[in-house]
């Protein structure tokens, strides 16, 4: 399966953004799902998943409670909905398929990985 993350852009601090995870077949509905970011300079962070069925989320305490993910199995896409944006969350977001083992937080765990998309936080 190929992902392709979008919907990023520039925002003002204390907005929100959604990004979209589109995927190239339905095969993403058998996987949990993930999104990641990276800053320049920093390593790739872990911020949330979501299971097959999109019954269970777990997420980085960094974006608790701003932060939702969400999908559409039935439009092949996974959602990551930002609220209350800060300029520390300035990256570049990726998502990617879970594997079936593996600690879901662990960059090591996910593959398929899309080619992220910018997202600019302007205080």
């Known amino acids: 399966v190929q992902l392709q993350a979008c919907g990023g852009g520039l925002v003002q601090s204390g907005g929100s953004l959604r990004l979209s995870c589109a995927a190239s077949d339905r095969t993403v509905s058998l996987y949990a799902m993930g999104w990641f970011r990276q800053a320049p300079g920093k390593e790739r962070e872990f911020l949330g998943t979501?299971?097959?069925?999109?019954?269970?989320?777990y997420y980085a305490d960094s974006v608790k409670g701003r932060f939702t993910i969400s999908r559409d199995n039935a439009k092949n896409t996974v959602y990551l909905q930002m609220g209350s944006l800060k300029p520390e969350d300035t990256a570049v977001y990726y998502c990617?398929?879970?594997?079936?083992?593996?600690?879901?937080?662990?960059?090591?765990?996910?593959?398929?990985w899309g080619q992220g998309t910018q997202v600019t936080v302007s205080s």
């Open positions: 990617a398929t879970k594997r079936r083992t593996g600690p879901y937080a662990s960059l090591e765990t996910y593959e398929n």
């Open positions: 979501i299971t097959r069925d999109g019954g269970n989320t």
